[in-house]
């Protein structure tokens, strides 16, 4: 008898697909995928290993697992992702009771080492360079709602960032072909999808290595097609220096793609920008920013910052944080400087100390929350169309949806009050009654 799988997904929505897809030949291969562990259950955590938290927090999971293994409540443990591809060697060696360690590239290989896990044997499966990609054609069991999923359109990097250590965890550059991931996106809408997430580690580039030049545009234009009618195409993950006319005009004129992008700038100092090797000015963010706000009205853009990169003065923090103030984006993310081994940043002088990281990180923060609450009185008294995620469970007649300028998770919600019945897929028109700080409340 095949025992049951305790699948947990740590990190960002790309990991999420990667678990999706791992949960998928598990399935296929006759095990069944549980959320909460039971005895003599194999457990797999899938791990994010992007920043030192996300590193503690893999790790905390994994002792976690420990702790249940040693008293016999699980029979084994795998650990595949971000943290098994930086440390292959350490993990297993530190930590005696883990029984597999899968890589970003090996991790579809687990179903085939399942039983010689289960017999004793200790398994380490880490490509120095990974090269998976997955298609329509791979299994995928879905972890999200149905309304709304994930679709992976490239994996890897090719921007070599400072802080960052993608491309070495990732591998290389690659796109999906178009009409694999339009395979998709049809198969996820005739099995109800009213929301499709694009993602990818710079969606942007989408199309450079397999066409010869980016193919964003067309792929997001026949994906609206797909999905107009009562359908969402969301774009997440998109790069300042490899955005064109089209993609913005794109945008634009499908009324299916929702008017928001992810924009991370990271910063707006030149200096901090070029050691970040961002690939853009801070004359080129406020250009694009222009360019898009006029293009497309009442856009919500979403960006991320980063605060105590090396040699960032109070000068360069105070240029950032004013350019926040004075650009009022609708949604934004900050983190503090994480030094990563592997990374060129790891070896740059004038590391900030962490007490300052985080006055600074509160002070972005103070002011965004003022802007966002600005922002959302535009709202009152008008009519949005809101994609219903669930009841909430906590009063009667109300449910949680979001409006086209929230992405799942990582943004607001909208409060509906409404007596009639709502599912979870369904689209409400809600006239905006009230607004808090990142959220709003109306009713349907």
């Known amino acids: 008898m095949k025992p049951d799988i305790f699948m947990i997904s740590l990190g960002c929505p790309r990991n999420l697909v990667d678990a999706e897809v791992l949960a ?14 039971g005895k003599n259950c194999v457990a797999i955590v899938n791990t994010c290993a992007f920043t030192e938290e996300a590193k503690n927090e893999s790790i905390d999971v994994i002792l976690k697992l420990t702790a249940l293994k040693t008293k016999g409540n699980i029979a084994r443990i795998i650990v595949t992702g971000c943290l098994s591809q930086r440390y292959p060697r ?7 009771e883990i029984d597999g360690v899968f890589g970003t590239g090996n991790f579809s290989a687990v179903p085939d080492y399942i039983e010689r896990i289960l017999n004793g044997e200790k398994v380490t499966e880490v490509d120095k360079t990974p090269r998976f990609l997955y298609n ?30 993608i491309p070495k965890i990732r591998g290389p550059y690659r796109s999906r072909g178009m009409d694999s991931v339009l395979s998709e996106i049809r198969s996820f809408k005739t099995r109800g999808a009213k929301e499709i997430n694009l993602i990818g580690q710079d969606t942007t580039s989408y199309g450079i ?40 005009d794109v945008v634009r004129d499908e009324s299916a793609v929702c008017k928001y992008l992810d924009l991370p700038i990271q910063h707006i100092s030149d200096k901090i920008l070029k050691k970040m090797n961002r690939h853009v000015s801070k004359r080129d ?19 991320t910052v980063i605060v105590g990169f090396p040699g960032e003065t109070e000068k360069d923090f105070t240029e950032l944080e004013k350019f926040i103030i004075e650009t009022k984006f609708e949604r934004l993310g900050a983190f503090t400087y994480s030094k990563e081994e592997g990374s060129r940043a790891f070896l740059f002088p004038g590391q900030v100390p962490e007490k300052v990281k985080e006055e600074r990180f509160a002070r972005i923060m103070e002011a965004q929350n003022r802007i966002s609450e600005e922002n959302n009185r535009r709202y009152m008294g008008k009519r949005l169309e809101v994609l219903i995620d669930e009841k909430d469970k906590s009063r009667e ?9 929230d992405a799942p998770e990582v943004d607001g919600l909208v409060y509906v009050r409404s007596k009639k019945s709502l599912a979870p897929g369904d689209f409400a028109l809600v006239r905006i009654e009230d607004t808090l700080e990142y959220d709003l409340v109306g009713s349907a």
Request: proline fraction near 5%; include cysteine; charge should be positive.
């Open 209 to 248: 290595d397999r066409y010869g030049s980016p193919r964003l545009a067309d792929l997001l234009k026949k994906a609206a097609e797909i999905m107009k009618n009562r359908g969402w195409i969301r774009l997440l993950y998109t790069h300042p220096a490899h955005y064109s006319r089209e993609l913005i």
């Open 24 to 37: 998928g030949g598990l399935k296929k291969k006759g095990f069944r995928i549980i959320y909460e562990y």
């Open 285 to 303: 963010v406020i250009s694009l920013i222009g360019k898009i706000r006029k293009a497309v009205p009442g856009i919500a853009i979403r960006t």
């Open 90 to 96: 350490e993990l297993p060696g530190e930590i005696k």
């Open 136 to 165: 329509h054609a791979t299994e995928r069991l879905t972890m999200t709602p149905p309304h709304s999923v994930y679709v992976k359109i490239q994996e890897g990097c090719r921007n070599f960032c400072s802080y960052c250590i």
């Open 397 to 405: 007649h109300q449910y949680l949806g979001r409006a086209e300028f």
